[in-house]
């Protein structure tokens, strides 16, 4: 079992950035990548990016490439998800999800293990 906890989010302003955390636990051991995911409401549950623990290949949506870059520390057993120039469309509960074998990184159906996610409110 991984154990993964959200920490982070908050109520931004259009244009500012915020840092996203996630803490794992556990069989850390055998993860092979780990993700960031996002629901806005109404809407479904839609990658973000991932970061592939044996190499550190990234891999991220269109809509946030070139915005948000996600980075590990493995002294920690953290993921982060450094979100800059924030739009209002980035309004969501963003989650932090582990894959444990190889697989497509943007099917959420991929990931084994999923935090109890976070919101990133942003205003105009």
């Known amino acids: 079992q991984v154990q993964l906890v959200e920490s982070g989010g908050g109520t931004v302003q259009a244009g500012d950035s915020l840092r996203l955390s996630c803490a794992a636990s556990?069989?850390?051991?055998?993860?092979?990548?780990m993700g960031w995911f996002r629901q806005a409401p109404g809407k479904e549950r839609e990658f973000v990016a991932r970061?592939?623990?044996?190499?550190?290949?990234?891999v991220y949506s269109a809509s946030v490439k070139g915005r948000f870059t996600i980075s590990r520390d493995n002294a920690k057993n953290t993921v982060y998800l450094q979100m800059n120039s924030l739009k209002l469309e980035d309004t969501a509960v963003y989650y932090c999800?582990?894959?444990?074998?190889?697989?497509?990184?943007?099917?959420?159906?991929?990931?084994?293990?999923w935090g109890q996610g976070t919101q990133v409110t942003v205003s105009s």
């Open positions: 970061i592939r623990l044996g190499d550190e290949l990234t």
């Open positions: 999800a582990a894959q444990t074998s190889a697989a497509l990184a943007v099917d959420r159906k991929n990931y084994r293990y």
């Open positions: 556990g069989r850390t051991s055998t993860s092979y990548a």
